[in-house]
């Protein structure tokens, strides 16, 4: 329907497996090939790491999907053959093939990402796509639209002319940080022009195949007839398109044929509260129930924790190796810390404390059949350019477990960390600051969140987050429910982890949220809560403060 339609702008929200990129996206930069040949347009992803590791990939695999070769019909980041047609606007500069696709009608893109501002500053585009837009702020988003501009002369006469192609899954607001502008562009589409579109298209396409017909007759005349009555509905069909916009929302269930009624069942027998949103594409309910973290907001979470100046060494057809040194806000001669969960997931939050700040640079995982060896391998990969190789690491009380046959996982954790598997130093050195201490109940860890991320206490520092390379954890503290129990005691629901299939933990359980526990709860963080409220901690029902 949408290739039928083919308007203007086209805003889809669609459920997960949909193919929006690979199928909708890839269709419609072509169409932008043929319809703005030589048109300047931009991509437009919310990080340009996203941009380079998803969006991309699966925009040129939709590409091939469609018959489209690489070196014939598009170049990524490079002078383009000689036989494309020239780009309408001059590409200039040393580096004038950076972030750029260019197609063989010179149709070319420049790669935009949100948290890279200056990527767009002072050009103008004929046309725009952008994926997972539930990710893009209302605000950056507009800004980008407003150089959808310019070379009318040339493009004004086609439908496509300013055209905007937006994707995204049901934005949901209980998550921070999705932002639901897109169902705005529902109230843009006109409804009478859509049906009038739809019914030409048809037409159109009867007269397609009336062409065929003909040339099979090898009659000059019938030929001739029928290219004259071909052109006459194009230009019909174009008109109609003129200014159009296409706004659809469609179920998971569009993709049956290839998800599989069993990929299905199984998602809906978890009974997990994402089902209506994510799949189903339903407006998502507003949460009844408190959170866990409930004072945990926009504000603790920053966006721009890429350094792209180390980034931007490699090309976007090569694969990126992320390490600390694209960390915008890491310190490198300051130690570590480190907060692990130990469980089926391993999950380790990686920070380091800043003054008045307290930042989130890194999450790392495993799932089984992988456990403390990759764990271990994954954070040396990571850090290791860090030049302070030392690492202050908290954690469960189950990681103490069997310490007097010295087997406990702390332990075996700390000796993958300060040696590889051959037995070699890294040069890391690894102080376990949770050894023999008790457990941080579920009222330490809520007592100490609530003040902090409140920002109620001048003593405890400003939580601030990477959204991005922390986003597991991101989505653990929103999702992470708060219980009571019978004698009123306050503890986080920890459910998900058992109802969850193992490659769902990452982002839907309360696992990273645990490692985020240990980390955050420091003992001179608890000292400074204690010392406001004159008990301790664990006993919830006390709240008297010190006068």
């Known amino acids: ?16 497996g949909t193919s929006k990129t690979v199928d909708i996206q890839a269709e419609r930069l072509i169409e932008y090939a043929h319809e703005l040949p030589g048109a300047p347009a931009a991509f437009v992803s919310d990080t340009y790491m996203n941009l380079h590791k998803n969006v991309l990939p699966s925009l040129i ?10 070196g014939e019909h598009y170049v990524v980041e490079e002078k383009p053959p000689s036989y494309f047609k020239p780009t309408f606007n001059v590409l200039v500069g040393k580096n004038k093939y950076k972030h750029t696709l260019i197609t ?56 496509l002319y300013r055209a905007h192609t937006f994707t995204t899954d049901m934005p949901n607001p209980n998550n921070i940080g999705e932002h639901n502008w897109i169902l705005k562009m529902m109230s843009k589409m006109n409804k009478s022009q859509i049906l009038l579109i739809m019914q030409t298209a048809f037409i159109l396409n009867d007269i397609k195949q009336e062409l065929i017909l003909a040339e099979d007759t090898g009659d000059k005349k019938i030929i001739d007839n029928a290219e004259r009555k071909l052109l006459r509905w194009i230009e019909r069909f174009n008109k109609v398109r003129y200014k159009s916009t296409l706004f659809l929302i469609a179920s998971s269930f569009v993709n049956i044929d290839i998800l599989t009624a069993d990929y299905f069942e199984e998602e809906i027998e978890q009974n997990l509260s994402d ?22 907001n926009e504000s603790h979470f920053v966006s721009d924790g890429y350094l792209y100046d180390y980034y931007d060494k490699v090309s976007l057809k090569d694969k990126i190796q992320e ?18 969960d130990f469980g089926n997931m391993m999950s380790m939050y990686i920070g380091q404390e800043q ?33 302070k190789k030392l690492l202050i690491m908290r954690y469960d009380r189950a990681g103490n477990n069997y310490n007097e046959a010295n087997e406990d996982m702390a332990s075996k954790l700390k000796r993958a960390i300060e040696f590889d598997k051959q037995g070699k130093a890294t040069g890391w050195v690894v102080t376990l600051e949770s050894k023999g201490q008790g457990n941080v109940s579920h009222q330490d860890e809520y007592m100490l969140c609530d003040e902090m991320m409140g920002e109620t206490n001048p003593r405890l520092p400003k939580l601030s987050i990477d959204r991005h390379n922390c986003k ?38 309360t696992n990273p949220s645990d490692a985020f526990k240990y980390y955050i709860c420091k003992p001179h963080y608890l000292r400074i809560i204690k010392a406001k409220y004159n008990t301790h901690t664990s006993s919830p029902k006390v709240r008297t403060k010190k006068r």
């Open 61 to 70: 695999d939709g590409l091939t999907f469609k018959g489209w070769n690489y």
């Open 104 to 159: 063989h009608t010179g149709l070319n893109y420049t790669m935009v990402s949100l948290d890279r501002a200056s990527s767009t500053a002072a050009r103008s585009y004929i046309a725009l796509q952008g994926d997972e837009v539930k990710y893009f702020p209302e605000n950056k988003i507009a800004k980008l639209t407003k150089a959808i501009r310019g070379a009318q002369a040339i493009y004004g006469n086609s439908p």
């Open 275 to 296: 089902v209506d949103v994510a799949l189903l594409s339903m407006y998502p309910a507003l949460l009844d129930g408190a959170r866990f973290y409930g004072k945990l």
């Open 1 to 16: 329907m949408v290739n039928m339609i083919n308007p203007r702008s086209l805003y889809i929200v669609a459920g997960r």
């Open 323 to 340: 390490t600390s040194l694209g960390l915008r806000y890491i310190k490198h001669d300051d130690p570590l810390e480190g907060g692990v």
């Open 355 to 387: 003054g008045a700040v307290d930042r989130g640079l890194k999450f790392l995982y495993t799932l089984s059949p992988e456990w403390l060896g990759e764990l271990a391998f994954k954070f040396t990969e990571f850090f290791k350019h860090h030049k």
């Open 472 to 509: 597991q954890i991101k989505s653990s503290l929103e999702i992470a429910p708060l219980l009571k129990d019978e004698k009123g005691n306050i503890k986080k629901d920890k459910r998900s982890e058992k109802k969850l299939p193992l490659d769902q933990l990452p982002m839907k359980s």
